[in-house]
Each structure stands twice: as structure tokens, then as C-alpha cells.
């Protein structure tokens, strides 16, 4: 039998989180089909997922350092690669930003933008000419739901999310041509350090510049629903995972890969009323009557869900 070759897989990100568990799961995988780059900018993080990857590092996990947002550190990393050969590209690095948007600083969106949109272009950038010569590969990116439908005090992160499922959309078509695959992962709330240290961080810190009645609906309303959602609803980083690497083994994967069902009705709102009107009311209801008494909302969801999944319409795979 012939020995097949295995897939070079790059992650940017695998300090924490996805990025951590996608690297060790695909290193760990029983047939040994890839090659995992994990990528990180700073290389002193590596201990939690050297630990977790165990002996694989070495054989079938490789570490690099990475800066999504450096031209140089992209090239670099890029051109140490054999041949540039990257099989399956995997742009998960990301940061996140919630708040009053009164009290945002546009150099802070920026950072949001130069990570999460120009540096999965930059990687796409970097990779895709030798994937069009070679006219095979699979570039997944690491949105979020919030970049189909975006909720209250999200508007920075859900912008950089829409731009980047826009730039997709876009270059999925034209990659067709080429034999390349484009998927696009869409989580809901998953319980890494992510969100909860930025809900903890944004707790703490004063909202100059938002009028006093904004900041009392993010800190007291908004903001006691959040980290509620994550035990509530959250999947698990392996969850996601699981899910990627499913799409990654699938002939023909999805374009769109929504990864919690609990919120299939929510997109659905979206596509079910073109001017907007019912996802606007549906979100303000949820924020400011349902907020305070969120596990209901949660049971509410959860209900929907399941209509949805009895009636076929989503997968909960
Ligand atoms: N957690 C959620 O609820 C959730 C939901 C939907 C979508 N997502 C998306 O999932 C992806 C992974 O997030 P996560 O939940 O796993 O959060 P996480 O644990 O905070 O991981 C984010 C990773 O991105 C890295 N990163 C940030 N800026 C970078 C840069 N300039 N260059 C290279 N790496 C950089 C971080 O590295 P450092 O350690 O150096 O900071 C970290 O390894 C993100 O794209 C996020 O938007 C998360």
C-alpha cells in the first residue's frame, strides 16, 4: 500500500484556547495524517501546549513564531517553511473587544482590525499563490456567529468579524477555480480565556467618554448576561475542535460551519426578515427586558433549538 503524505497543517495562535487544543488534537491524530506548525508571536507560551502535546512535539507538532499582524514575521515563518508547502492553513489567532462604543479608542479598534482582518488576509496573502500553483489546499478561518449576527455592545468585534466573513465570502468563489477549499468556522460563546478575560478586564475599567445611563446598561445588564452564557450555552475548545477537524476531513466541507445549534435560530431571525426588524427587536428584548432574567432566555433558546434540530434544519454535528 502506499504511504500516504502527511498534511502540513499551520495554526496562528496555539498559545491558548482553539488554537491549543486544535494543534494538539490534529498532532495526536491516531493515524498520524498531519504535520501541525503551531504558530504563536511570543514563543515563552509554549509550555501549556508542549505539555498537552506530549510526544508529539518533535514528531508530529512542530512550534514557530508568529505575529499575524508583522509582514516580516509572516514572510519569515512562511519561507522557513519546506518548499512553503502549507496544506491546510488555519487562521484562528484573534482578539476581542466589548463595550460602550463612546469609550473605545480608534487605535484600539484598529488593533481588533490589524489582527483579526488584515492579519488573516496577510496569511492568506502569504500561503495562497503556492496553494493556486499547486491548485490544492484548504484555508479555514476562525470566525465567530457574531459575524452573521451581532448583539449589543459587540459592534468593534462583530465589524472585524462581518469584514473578514465579507472577505471570504468574496474569495471563496475565485478559489473555487483553483481546486482551493474556503471554510469559514462561526462559534458561539466557547469557554477559553478569551471572552471572559475581556468581560474582566472591562468590568474593572472605567467607559470614558459613554454617557452614564450606557454605562449602567453594559455594566448592569448587559454584562451579568454575558458571563452567564458562557457556562450556560459555551462549548468546549476540543468542541470546536472536533468540528474543525471534521470539516478539514470532509470531501466537500461547508462554506458556512456554525458550530452550537443553540444558535441557529438566531442567524434564522436573520434570513427570516430582510429589513432587519426582527433580529433588532428580538436582541433588544433579549438585552434589556430578558437580561435580568437570562436563564430563561437560555431555556428559550434551547427550546427553539430543538424545533430546529427535530425539523432537520441544522446539524447538531
Ligand atoms: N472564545 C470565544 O467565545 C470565541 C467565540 C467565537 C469565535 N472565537 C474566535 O476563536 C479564535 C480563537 O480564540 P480563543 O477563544 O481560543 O481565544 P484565546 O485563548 O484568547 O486565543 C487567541 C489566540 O490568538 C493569539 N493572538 C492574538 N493576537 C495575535 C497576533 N497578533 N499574532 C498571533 N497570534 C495572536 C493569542 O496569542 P497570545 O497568547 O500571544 O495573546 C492566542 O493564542 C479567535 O479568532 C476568536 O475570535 C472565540
Same mark, same amino acid.
Given at each position: 500500500m502506499v504511504k500516504q503524505k502527511r498534511k502540513v497543517v499551520l495554526i496562528t495562535g496555539c498559545s491558548s484556547g482553539i488554537g491549543l487544543s486544535l494543534a494538539v488534537m490534529l498532532a495526536k491524530d491516531e493515524r498520524k495524517r498531519y504535520r501541525v506548525i503551531a504558530t504563536m508571536r511570543d514563543l515563552q507560551r509554549k509550555d501549556k501546549l508542549l505539555e498537552a502535546a506530549g510526544d508529539a512535539y518533535g514528531k508530529t507538532l512542530s512550534l514557530a513564531v508568529l505575529d499575524v499582524c508583522s509582514d516580516e514575521s509572516v514572510k519569515q515563518c512562511i519561507s522557513g517553511i519546506k518548499d512553503r508547502h502549507v496544506d491546510i492553513l488555519i487562521n484562528n489567532a484573534g482578539i476581542g473587544i466589548v463595550g460602550p462604543v463612546e469609550s473605545i479608542t480608534l487605535e484600539e479598534m484598529k488593533t481588533v482590525f490589524e489582527t483579526n482582518v488584515f492579519g488573516v488576509i496577510r496569511m492568506i496573502k502569504e500561503v495562497m499563490p503556492d496553494m493556486k500553483q499547486r491548485r490544492a489546499g484548504h484555508i479555514i478561518v476562525i470566525s465567530s456567529v457574531l459575524g452573521v449576527q451581532s448583539v449589543g455592545f459587540h459592534d468593534v468585534y462583530a465589524a472585524s468579524k462581518f469584514a473578514i466573513e465579507g472577505f471570504c465570502e468574496s474569495l #471563496? +468563489?475565485? $478559489?473555487?477555480? /483553483?481546486?482551493?477549499? $474556503?471554510? $469559514?468556522? @462561526?462559534?458561539?460563546? +466557547? =469557554?477559553?480565556? /478569551? %471572552? $471572559?478575560?475581556?468581560?474582566? @478586564? +472591562?468590568? %474593572? =475599567? @472605567?467607559?470614558?467618554? #459613554?454617557?452614564? %445611563?450606557?454605562v449602567y446598561y453594559f455594566k448592569e445588564l448587559y454584562l451579568p448576561s454575558a458571563i452567564n452564557i458562557f457556562p450556560a450555552v459555551g462549548q468546549t475548545p476540543e468542541e470546536i475542535s472536533r468540528r474543525i477537524k471534521k470539516v478539514m476531513e470532509t470531501s466537500r466541507p461547508s462554506f458556512r460551519n456554525l458550530t452550537n445549534s443553540l444558535y441557529a435560530p438566531i442567524v434564522a431571525l436573520k434570513y427570516a426578515d430582510e429589513t432587519g426588524g426582527l433580529s433588532v427587536n428580538f436582541f433588544y428584548h433579549m438585552l434589556f427586558n430578558l437580561g435580568p432574567v437570562l436563564h430563561y432566555t437560555v431555556t428559550a433558546m434551547k427550546f427553539l433549538s430543538f424545533g430546529f434540530l427535530k425539523s432537520g434544519t441544522v446539524s447538531p454535528h
Open positions: #471563496a +468563489v475565485q $478559489l473555487k477555480m /483553483f481546486n482551493i477549499k $474556503l471554510s $469559514l468556522i @462561526e462559534p458561539g460563546p +466557547v =469557554r477559553t480565556d /478569551f %471572552e $471572559l478575560k475581556m468581560i474582566q @478586564e +472591562v468590568k %474593572e =475599567r @472605567e467607559c470614558p467618554g #459613554a454617557d452614564a %445611563e450606557t
